[in-house]
């Protein structure tokens, strides 16, 4: 395969991940084609799971060349946050006649999923991206990619660094970090952000813009029905919402805004409490449960086991960073503590 059919089929698949709604099978084809190219020019692909390692951080798991990898096959994940990226660049771009839009790319991988692909749509005057990993072999990797799809002109730096201590020396007017799995557990997303947002512009833009998780009393009948019948007329479907346990965005990084208290209503068809995460990447581009396995629902508490009165919820970081919860169980009178974590 030359150079210029390896570009023109990224240039195809990004457009058709832009424009393709929601046809997945369009979506499926778009990310097999990005994987041929990009797992050919780099020599890494998922197979290699077994032989590279994730790298053990203070503030979580870095995860391993081939397993960042994988992320590309991740569909919907990658269509939606190319598709949030692209605008996020285009409304840049609108309040920036003459200059480019400056990109700080924050874990990588060996393919740069989530830019690479776009680069072609514009020309280097108008995007310019500096790349961070903490990996050396996915930028090794990346680099050699970069090179075959004649990209070079797009890149600046680039840091082999950790991004949760990372100290920026200029102004980007985009960030994007996706450093993170369902419940934020175990990856440093959180600690990606509460170290580099006060660090940007206030007009700067963080991608994702806004990760949240939510509560709510499930019935389990109901939930495996409802992905059975899926194409289906749609069975009766109902949950309760307890509320949301917390939200990280610009605004909210503090570890000790990050808690939650509910009361749990007496709902015995409703016995099972899951956390759903949502990630808003940019404007109106959102994944939401079982979009991706950053956002798939977490069973956290069956009630049928131990009625519960409250549960308290708390985001703890470091090596292993997780959501604890303190349940507060029936009967009152007797009341007894049980520490879970996810
Ligand atoms: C989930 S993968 C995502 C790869 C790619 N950006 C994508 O979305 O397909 C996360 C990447 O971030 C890197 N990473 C994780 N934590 C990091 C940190 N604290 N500093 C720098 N890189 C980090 C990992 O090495 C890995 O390459």
């Given at each position: 395969?030359?150079?210029t059919?390896?570009?023109?089929?990224v240039?195809?698949?990004?457009?058709n991940?832009?424009?393709?709604?929601?046809?997945?099978?369009?979506?499926?084809?778009?990310?097999?084609?990005?994987?041929?190219?990009?797992?050919?020019?780099?020599?890494?692909?998922?197979?290699?799971?077994?032989?590279?390692?994730?790298?053990?951080?203070?503030?979580?798991?870095?995860?391993?060349?081939?397993?960042?990898?994988?992320?590309?096959?991740?569909?919907?994940?990658?269509?939606?946050?190319?598709?949030?990226?692209?605008?996020?660049?285009?409304?840049?771009?609108?309040?920036?006649?003459?200059?480019?839009v400056?990109?700080?790319?924050?874990?990588?991988?060996?393919?740069?999923?989530?830019v690479?692909?776009?680069?072609?749509?514009?020309?280097?005057?108008?995007?310019?991206?500096?790349?961070?990993?903490?990996?050396?072999?996915?930028?090794?990797?990346?680099?050699?990619?970069?090179?075959?799809?004649?990209?070079?002109?797009?890149?600046?730096?680039?840091f082999?660094?950790?991004?949760?201590?990372?100290?920026?020396?200029?102004?980007?007017?985009?960030?994007?970090?996706?450093?993170?799995?369902?419940?934020?557990?175990?990856?440093?997303?959180?600690?990606?952000?509460?170290?580099?947002?006060?660090?940007?512009?206030?007009?700067?833009?963080?991608?994702?813009?806004?990760?949240?998780?939510?509560?709510?009393?499930?019935?389990?009948?109901?939930?495996?029905?409802?992905?059975?019948?899926?194409?289906?007329?749609?069975p009766?479907?109902?949950?309760?919402?307890?509320?949301?346990?917390?939200?990280?965005?610009?605004?909210?990084?503090?570890?000790?805004?990050?808690?939650?208290?509910?009361?749990i209503?007496?709902?015995?068809?409703f016995?099972?409490?899951?956390?759903?995460?949502?990630?808003?990447?940019?404007?109106?581009?959102?994944?939401?449960?079982?979009?991706?396995?950053?956002?798939?629902?977490?069973?956290?508490?069956?009630?049928?086991?131990?009625?519960?009165?409250?549960?308290?919820?708390?985001?703890?970081?470091?090596?292993?960073?997780?959501?604890?919860?303190?349940?507060?169980?029936?009967?009152?009178?007797?009341?007894?503590?049980?520490?879970?974590s996810?």
């Open positions: 395969m030359d150079q059919s390896d570009i023109s089929i240039r195809n698949a990004v457009r991940l832009l424009d393709c709604a929601d046809d997945f099978l369009i979506m499926k084809q778009s990310v097999d084609a990005l994987y041929n190219v990009f797992s050919r020019i780099t020599g890494v692909s998922p197979a290699q799971i077994s032989v590279d390692k994730d790298i053990m951080l203070p503030s979580g798991k870095a995860i391993s060349p081939s397993a960042a990898a994988h992320c590309l096959l991740e569909m919907k994940r990658t269509a939606v946050f190319l598709r949030g990226i692209h605008q996020a660049v285009l409304q840049k771009l609108n309040n920036r006649a003459d200059k480019p400056h990109i700080l790319y924050a874990g990588t991988g060996p393919y740069g999923t989530l690479i692909p776009l680069l072609h749509l514009f020309t280097p005057d108008r995007i310019q991206v500096d790349l961070l990993d903490i990996n050396p072999f996915s930028l090794e990797a990346l680099q050699k990619l970069i090179a075959e799809l004649q990209l070079n002109d797009y890149i600046g730096y680039v082999c660094e950790d991004a949760t201590t990372f100290k920026l020396s200029c102004h980007y007017n985009i960030v994007i970090s996706e450093t993170m799995l369902a419940c934020l557990k175990n990856e440093p997303q959180v600690a990606v952000m509460q170290n580099i947002i006060p660090q940007l512009h206030p007009e700067a833009i963080f991608i994702p813009e806004e990760i949240s998780i939510d509560a709510a009393l499930t019935n389990p009948k109901m939930e495996q029905d409802r992905l059975l019948y899926y194409e289906d007329e749609p009766p479907f109902q949950r309760i919402a307890l509320g949301n346990v917390f939200t990280v965005n610009k605004q909210n990084l503090d570890i000790a805004r990050m808690q939650k208290t509910f009361e209503p007496d709902e015995k068809d016995p099972v409490l899951k956390l759903f995460t949502t990630v808003k990447v940019f404007g109106d581009e959102l994944l939401s449960e079982n979009d991706s396995s950053i956002t798939l629902p977490v069973n956290f508490y069956d009630l049928r086991k131990q009625p519960a009165q409250h549960i308290a919820f708390w985001y703890v970081q470091g090596e292993k960073p997780h959501i604890e919860s303190r349940v507060i169980c029936k009967p009152a009178l007797y009341q007894t503590e049980i520490m879970n996810l």
